[in-house]
């Protein structure tokens, strides 16, 4: 475990959580999204921290403007973490890069506008194709997709100075052991390591995979 000093440490008073059933668990499951394991690591810090994970899954990042986006701010945070996309490239038949693009953009304006002291962090997704029952031009159109999109949330999160994880680029995202039964959604461990990669960008470091340079 790497020593972390408290002056290190970003004392976190009110974390919320914005995305799809990345960040909020699958439906119908008992597995927990990182969020959950992530306001676990920040309470281990302040006993007291007010966690709400607004996401939901299903979830396209317009709808997390439309309806996640105002119950945030308004809860005035000091720590956001937001990831969105991979419903966008998985549930259209032509995915609308610009639209996740557009959407994306408002809510990094958004957050820096209202809750400008927030800590604001974002990540890319992980093919959703790479183990899914797919046919050979629907895994195409997916993995396409999914690339345009990780490019425009890594594009977005360096025009407003928002640290992104690098989830999709892992070497983890190309070990089956890493994904539910679903093929699609992170393992209870996935979720655990992308909570840790997280922490270690709040200034919380617990041995964590992820350097620097996989922070965009």
Do not use: W
Not at 171 to 192: F, I, K, L, V
């Amino acid at each position: 475990m790497q020593a972390t000093s408290p002056s290190e440490i970003r004392l976190a008073h009110r974390y919320v959580a914005l995305g799809d059933s990345f960040t909020a668990g699958a439906a119908g499951s008992d597995d927990a999204g990182f969020a959950d394991h992530l306001a676990d690591l920040l309470r281990a810090v302040n006993p007291s921290l007010d966690y709400r994970n607004l996401a939901k899954a299903g979830s396209l990042t317009s709808d997390i403007v439309a309806r996640q986006l105002g119950p945030a701010v308004a809860a005035k945070p000091d720590v956001v973490t937001i990831v969105c996309g991979g419903n966008d490239a998985l549930l259209s038949v032509r995915p609308d890069v610009h639209a996740h693009l557009a959407a994306f953009e408002r809510a990094l304006e958004i957050v820096g506008e209202q809750v400008p002291d927030a800590a604001l962090v974002t990540a890319t997704v992980p093919d959703p194709a790479r183990f899914l029952p797919l046919r050979e031009r629907s895994a195409a159109r997916i993995s396409n997709a999914i690339n345009q999109i990780n490019e425009a949330t890594s594009a977005a999160a360096g025009r407003h100075g928002v640290p992104c994880l690098d989830f999709a680029a892992h070497p983890h995202t190309s070990n089956p052991e890493m994904y539910a039964a679903d093929g699609y959604h992170p393992s209870r461990s996935a979720s655990r390591l992308a909570a840790e990669a997280f922490a270690g960008v709040l200034g919380i470091h617990y041995g964590i995979q992820f350097d620097s340079e996989e922070v965009l």
